[in-house]
């Protein structure tokens, strides 16, 4: 077999649907890479003026800026320095969850705050012998948890039904206006 019939074997192969392969990576869907258009039309340029900037036919602009282009990033530097923005604002942030290193690194402060809470509440010597061991234990897992300070204690949120003590304190209805000259 010929790598021409190979081709258009594999060029007619079907899914488990009977949909064509071809068809199939189609409607993937798409998501945005880059805000490259959002950003132009914030600092109020033309299409046809970054084309300009960037020495390219304006047809081949509009296919960079479409936010599902991939492009590398020698070209999102170019744009960057056009725009004169930094280069995270041309960039999609992400909805995907913390990296696993930083998601356990945020769970580990939140242990160490409640220790540290307990640490500053613990009234018996055994208790306290126990707290400070667990404090020990996790300092050898995580050594940055040296500085993390417990949970605040004082007082108490208010709900969003309560007022605070500024709504208490009336100011005199004449202290906006102005005095007449």
């Not at 390219?56 to 999102?76: F, G, H, V, W, Y």
């Not at 580990?108 to 667990?134: F, G, N």
């Not at 949120?157 to 208490?168: A, C, I, Q, W």
Request: charged fraction near 25%; include cysteine.
């Amino acid at each position: 077999m010929s790598i021409v019939e190979w081709n258009s074997e594999s060029a007619g192969a079907l899914n488990g649907n009977g949909r064509p392969l071809s068809q199939e990576t189609n409607k993937l869907p798409k998501r945005p890479l880059h805000r490259l258009a959002a950003v132009r039309r914030q600092q109020g340029l033309s299409q046809r003026n970054i084309a300009r900037r960037l020495n390219l036919d304006i047809s081949e602009a509009r296919l960079q800026e479409e936010e599902t282009t991939d492009l590398p990033l020698s070209i999102l530097y170019q744009w960057q320095k056009v725009l004169e923005v930094p280069i995270a604002e041309l960039l999609v942030d992400s909805d995907a969850p913390l990296s696993p290193p930083v998601m356990e690194r945020a769970r580990m402060v939140k242990v160490m705050k409640t220790v540290a809470a307990i640490v500053e509440k613990a009234t018996t010597p055994s208790m306290k012998r126990m707290v400070q061991m667990l404090c020990n234990q996790m300092l050898e897992i995580m050594p940055e948890l040296a500085d993390v300070a417990p949970w605040h204690t004082i007082g108490q949120r208010r709900t969003l039904d309560e007022y605070g003590r500024v709504v208490e304190r009336q100011l005199p209805d004449d202290m906006f206006r102005r005095s007449a000259r």
